[in-house]
C-alpha cells in the first residue's frame, strides 16, 4: 500500500466536495460513507491486519479513517440536499469534516513510520 498516495488522496477530498458544491452535482453518499471503499480503507479492512497490525498507532487510524469518511458522506448529505452554504461551512477552517481529515493524515503517517521501523510498507 502507497501510504502517501494515501495521505494524497484523502487530502483531495477536500476539493471534490468543494467541486461539487460549485457544480451543483449530486454525490454517492452512501459510497462516500464506507471505510472500505477507498484503496487505503480496503486495505486496512484486509492485508493491513497482518502487514500492521502491531504497529504504533493502527487501531487509531482504523478508526480516524472511518470517522473521515462519516464526515465526508455528512457533507455529501448536504450537498445532495442543496444545502450548498452549509455543506461549504463543513469543509471550511475549523469543522468536524477538515479536523478528521488533518487527523487521518497524522494517522497514516504515524502508522507508516512505525511500519518504516519493524518491516516496511
Keep these: 500500500m502507497d501510504l502517501e498516495q494515501a495521505i494524497q488522496a484523502h487530502a483531495q477530498w477536500r476539493m471534490k466536495l468543494r467541486t461539487a458544491i460549485a457544480r451543483r452535482e449530486p ?3 452512501a459510497t462516500i460513507g464506507k471505510d472500505n471503499a477507498c484503496e487505503l480503507g480496503k486495505w486496512l479492512h ?15 487510524l482504523v ?10 458522506a455528512k457533507v455529501a448529505t448536504l450537498i ?6 452549509e455543506a461549504e461551512r463543513q469543509i471550511g477552517a475549523d469543522s468536524a469534516f477538515v479536523r478528521a481529515s488533518k ?3 497524522v494517522a497514516i503517517v504515524r ?6 521501523r519493524t ?3
Excluded at 484486509?46 to 487509531?60: I, L
Excluded at 445532495?80 to 452554504?85: E, L, P, S
Excluded at 502508522?111 to 518504516?116: F, I, L, P, R
Design 27 to 29: 454525490m454517492d453518499v
Design 46 to 60: 484486509t492485508g493491513a491486519r497482518a502487514a500492521c497490525g502491531n504497529c504504533d498507532g493502527f487501531a487509531h
Design 63 to 72: 478508526a480516524t479513517h472511518a470517522r473521515f469518511h462519516t464526515e465526508a
Design 80 to 85: 445532495n440536499a442543496q444545502r450548498f452554504d
Design 103 to 105: 487527523e487521518v493524515g
Design 111 to 116: 502508522v507508516k513510520q512505525s511500519a518504516g
Design 119 to 121: 518491516a516496511g510498507v
